[in-house]
């Protein structure tokens, strides 16, 4: 696949991406166990939805986020990280420098197995590995279908969203486990017309093609919901694991 550069294009809409993107649900915490005073990567921190949702639970946290504006949304809003100057690929930390780390929507922009490598070298013995992903629910067509509204009809560059790690049984990792943790996202209509247009699909697509697909989100939402406030079904999905001690 060509790299149309999409990944490093989610500055654009920085701020809107930190209004309207969805954070971790709350519920998600039985998920880590207690970070308190643990030391934690994020690769791929964006503007840092995931980010403050692990400084809450106690995280000491380092950040590699290559969208200078992105990162500077999140270092706005979380001003004691530590940001690292990197890639997933190549994250500049000596060995086995992290108890956990975590990469939420953005595994599908990371060239493998270079990435997963990486992560297993920063990690110290018995260390975690979350790769999450955020997003709507699959369970119900209706959704799915507009979701797929993010995408024009001619977009090969689009890429298939890493919503697990595909990890090595015999490679660093062990007790590999997928999951999957549903649970439900109140939105207005317009603050999800917002969110559609954060996604690299729309972000790449003229401005008359985004105000199309808009106008066509908010028909489809006003005529399932009327003007009131929606329901959204969401899933968080991914993989944990553990680094194999060495």
Do not use: C
């Amino acid at each position: 696949m060509s790299d149309d550069g999409r990944g490093l294009k989610f500055g654009t809409v920085a701020e809107n991406y930190d209004l309207y993107r969805a954070a971790p649900p709350a519920e998600a915490a039985t998920l880590v166990g207690d970070l308190r005073g643990l030391e934690v990567l994020e690769v791929g921190a964006g503007t840092g939805k995931l980010t403050r949702f692990l400084l809450d639970l106690g995280a000491q946290v380092s950040v590699i986020e290559p969208d200078e504006e992105m990162r500077r949304v999140l270092l706005r809003r979380s001003p004691n990280v530590t940001v690292l100057l990197g890639r997933a690929e190549s994250i500049p930390t000596e060995a086995a420098s992290f108890d956990a780390v975590f990469s939420s929507s953005a595994w599908h922009w990371f060239i493998q197995p270079d990435a997963t490598i990486e992560m297993a070298r920063v990690l110290r013995d018995d260390g975690t590995l979350h790769v999450w992903w955020n997003g709507f629910s699959r369970a119900d067509p209706w959704w799915v279908e507009l979701t797929a509204l993010r995408h024009g009809g001619d977009d090969t560059g689009a890429r298939a969203r890493g919503w697990r790690a595909s990890l090595d049984p015999d490679g660093p990792f062990v007790d590999v486990e997928d999951f999957e943790l549903h649970w439900t996202w109140l939105r207005t209509i317009e603050e999800l017309v917002a969110h559609f247009r954060t996604y690299s699909g729309a972000i790449i697509r003229s401005e008359a093609d985004q105000r199309v697909m808009a106008n066509e989100v908010r028909t489809r939402l006003t005529e399932r919901f009327g003007d009131g406030v929606v329901p959204v079904p969401m899933t968080l999905r991914g993989t944990t694991s553990q680094r194999r001690p060495r």
